[in-house]
């Protein structure tokens, strides 16, 4: 029973002098009230109503709950407004984890801007290319680059990831630039190892919605994105790169696509959730304000030198 919205209508009779006067300010018929009230007496026992013609009065009964009642319902309503409140002010701690290069390129230079215009949110920022567990870890948010492999989580796509191989002038004067994919097999290629074990199979598309695998090998792989990019640049071999990564060293000179006749498949860069119902604001802020950034024409792409090497 909804003994607390019972004692509610209790209240406004009391205030208003009348069941019918009660009702109408609750927008519930004078029958619905009545039958509400019976019920409360029911519940607890006790006549709290004296009903007369013309008065209506409280029993003591009625008069010892209305007393300590009312303190219970003005509690309850200032909680449950603070708690309405509190879902639409975007206020407190707000932790994300991303990945370290992609954190401290995109994100960090980002959040000033954040901070200014959300001056209660507090911000704790995990720069980390472990996939956490969301939940267990306590945190609100995480961007992820890539295919989502947890199909419980709520993701909202910030940005395309494109992907292109590269390879620095040098190494290709030295060995050649491939034509074919199949050519791949015969270069040094730099493997990035990561969740998903080491990424030696590298997939590129035809042109013609076909697509051609090819095993590829080198001397050098690592977990860090950064070591592979410093090789790349370094002239050790082939690396594949996403162009969030790879860009400066495009526009610079410092790298050059291979087989760009042979695209990657895109994939994404995603905002991920642990829910989707009451995300609270702050989240929602956060991830907004990234879309705003992103979404469109993110920073990565805005330079007319990446596009022209790609």
Wanted: net charge positive; with cysteine.
């Amino acid at each position: 029973m909804d003994h607390l919205g019972d004692l509610s209508l209790f209240l406004r009779v009391l205030d208003l002098g009348s069941i019918s006067a009660a009702a109408r300010s609750l927008d519930l018929s004078v029958a619905v009230a009545s039958q509400r009230l019976k019920r409360l007496e029911r519940a607890l026992g006790v006549r709290l109503l004296h009903r007369t013609t013309r008065q209506l009065h409280p029993t003591p009964e009625g008069a010892a709950l209305a007393a300590q009642g009312r303190v219970l319902v003005e509690d309850l309503e200032a909680l449950t407004g603070g708690l309405r409140q509190a879902g639409t002010d975007v206020s407190g701690t707000l932790r994300v984890t991303t990945s370290a290069s992609f954190g401290r390129q995109y994100i960090s230079p980002l959040l000033p801007q954040f901070l200014a215009r959300h001056p209660r949110v507090r911000l704790s920022i995990d720069l980390n290319d472990q996939r956490l567990d969301l939940v267990s870890a306590g945190f609100d948010l995480a961007i992820r680059i890539g295919a989502l492999e947890d199909s419980s989580l709520v993701a909202r796509k910030l940005a395309i990831n494109r992907r292109v191989l590269c390879a620095s002038p040098d190494y290709l004067r030295r060995h050649g630039t491939p034509r074919t994919p199949e050519e791949l097999a015969q270069h040094d290629c730099l493997l990035l190892v990561g969740s998903l074990g080491r990424q030696d199979v590298w997939r590129l598309g035809d042109g013609a919605g076909g697509e051609t695998a090819i095993r590829v090998r080198g001397r050098l792989e690592s977990n860090f994105g950064e070591v592979i990019l410093d090789a790349a640049v370094a002239g050790l071999g082939i690396a594949l790169h996403s162009t969030w990564h790879a860009c400066h060293e495009l526009r610079a000179g410092r790298l050059q696509v291979v087989l760009p006749e042979y695209p990657l498949a895109d994939t994404g860069i995603h905002a991920v959730m642990p829910q989707r119902r009451l995300v609270p604001p702050r989240v929602r802020a956060f991830v907004d304000f990234l879309a705003e950034n992103f979404s469109e024409n993110p920073p990565w792409e805005r330079h007319d030198a990446v596009q022209a090497r790609l």
